[in-house]
């Protein structure tokens, strides 16, 4: 079984900064993975795309996060990183990793369990 396995949330004071890693895990020897990104949904709003990377590293970022977070990847870990730098307090939210995966003969839309980012004022 494929499964996103995220790591890195946590409490940080506006300004500061943290790094999401997402590792896709399990049967990863007959997979292959395409497009990966980072979502977050804030209580009481629907979930948005932060950040989205391409196998072969084109990146497109949401307009409120563009110049402060970068997302980058490592294709032979089949991880992604989000680096969150000069964070506000609405950037406060549960951070989803997203994967295209081809597995079992077919591509499927994979997504991790989600990791709190809380950024206080």
């Known amino acids: 079984q494929v499964q996103l396995v995220e790591s890195g949330g946590g409490l940080v004071q506006a300004g500061g900064s943290l790094r999401l890693s997402c590792a896709v895990s399990?049967?990863?020897?007959?997979?292959?993975?395409?497009?990966m990104g980072w979502y977050r949904q804030a209580p009481g709003k629907q979930r948005e795309l932060v950040a989205e990377?391409?196998?072969?590293?084109?990146?497109n970022y949401a307009d409120t996060v563009k110049g402060r977070f970068t997302i980058s990847r490592d294709n032979a870990k089949n991880t992604v990183y989000l680096q969150m730098n000069s964070l506000k307090p609405e950037d406060t939210a549960v951070y989803y990793c997203?994967?295209?995966?081809?597995?079992?003969?077919?591509?499927?839309?994979?997504w991790g369990q989600g990791t709190q980012v809380t950024v206080s004022s």
């Open positions: 990377i391409t196998s072969g590293g084109t990146t």
């Open positions: 399990g049967i990863i020897l007959s997979i292959s993975i395409n497009d």
């Open positions: 997203n994967a295209d995966i081809w597995w079992r003969g077919q591509w499927g839309d994979y």
